[in-house]
Nanobody
Framework: QVQLVESGGGVAQPGGSLGLSCAAS????????MSWARQAPGKGLEWVSG????????YYVDSVKGRFTISRDNAKNTLYLQMNSLKPEDTALYYC?????????????????????WGQGTQVTVSS
């Protein structure tokens, strides 16, 4: 069965960095686009970043552009999110998600309804 297991969350100071990983199994990882999403306390689920199945293109929500980098290693079936220059508003539970598509259109990359499997989440807290 499909499994997505996130790791790497923790506590960081404002301006600091954290790196998240998502280990995938139970499907052909290299055939599907992947995304990261987050849910802050008391708020709804927010799409953060997405990457094509072959890693050829990446997309970000405006609030993280220039600070976060999504990547993937298809040989290791692993998705990554490097988060730099962290801000307190980045505090959230971060999820990785499998897209139903390989190369989503730019306009619909952030549509979370098109993700069919989710991990359990990893907590990121940014605080001084």
């Amino acid at each position: 069965q499909v499994q997505l297991v996130e790791s790497g969350g923790g506590v960081a100071q404002p301006g600091g960095s954290l790196g998240l990983s998502c280990a995938a199994s139970g499907f052909t990882f290299s055939s599907y686009a992947m995304s990261w999403a987050r849910q802050a306390p008391g708020k709804g689920l927010e799409w953060v970043s997405g990457i094509y199945s072959d890693g050829s293109d990446t997309y970000y929500v405006d609030s993280v552009k220039g600070r976060f980098t999504i990547s993937r290693d298809n040989a290791k079936n692993t998705l990554y999110l490097q988060m730099n220059s962290l801000k307190p508003e980045d505090t959230a539970l971060y999820y990785c998600a499998k897209d139903r598509r390989s190369y989503p259109h730019r306009a619909t990359m952030s549509d979370l309804r098109l993700n069919d499997y989710w991990g359990q989440g990893t907590q990121v807290t940014v605080s001084s």
